[in-house]
């Protein structure tokens, strides 16, 4: 499957971004979906999951509450909605797909990733 990421930029803190991932090739709705993200200088990080069928959620703490992830089967495409941002949310963010009913928090459990998408906050 082939993952395409969109929807970065620069904002400001407070302000909302949505980040989108259209995927292609193989049956989008057998892949849970993961968000991750990678500031400068830092390891990739999980940032949220959703399952591939019953809408299941995964959010890491430091996102929780601000982030919402959500799926459309019949588009072929993931979202995240990014609201209230901070400066420490600036990374390079990219989706991921997982051969497996649930998202986890792991980058290795991911089978297909996207080329990412900038998100720059100023403060």
């Known amino acids: 499957v082939q993952l395409q990421a969109c929807g970065g930029g620069l904002v400001q803190a407070g302000d909302s971004l949505r980040l989108s991932c259209a995927a292609s090739?193989?049956?989008?709705?057998?892949?849970?979906m993961g968000w991750f993200r990678q500031a400068p200088g830092k390891e990739r990080e999980f940032v949220a999951a959703?399952?591939?069928?019953?809408?299941?959620?995964y959010y890491a703490d430091s996102v929780k509450g601000r982030f919402t992830i959500s799926r459309d089967n019949a588009k072929n495409t993931v979202y995240l909605q990014m609201n209230n941002l901070k400066p420490e949310d600036t990374a390079v963010y990219y989706c991921?797909?997982?051969?497996?009913?649930?998202?986890?928090?792991?980058?290795?459990?991911?089978?297909?990733w996207g080329q990412g998408t900038l998100v720059t906050v100023s403060s």
């Open positions: 959703i399952a591939r069928s019953d809408g299941r959620t």
């Open positions: 090739g193989r049956t989008f709705s057998s892949y849970a």
């Open positions: 991921a797909a997982d051969n497996a009913p649930y998202g986890s928090r792991w980058p290795q459990s991911y089978n297909y």
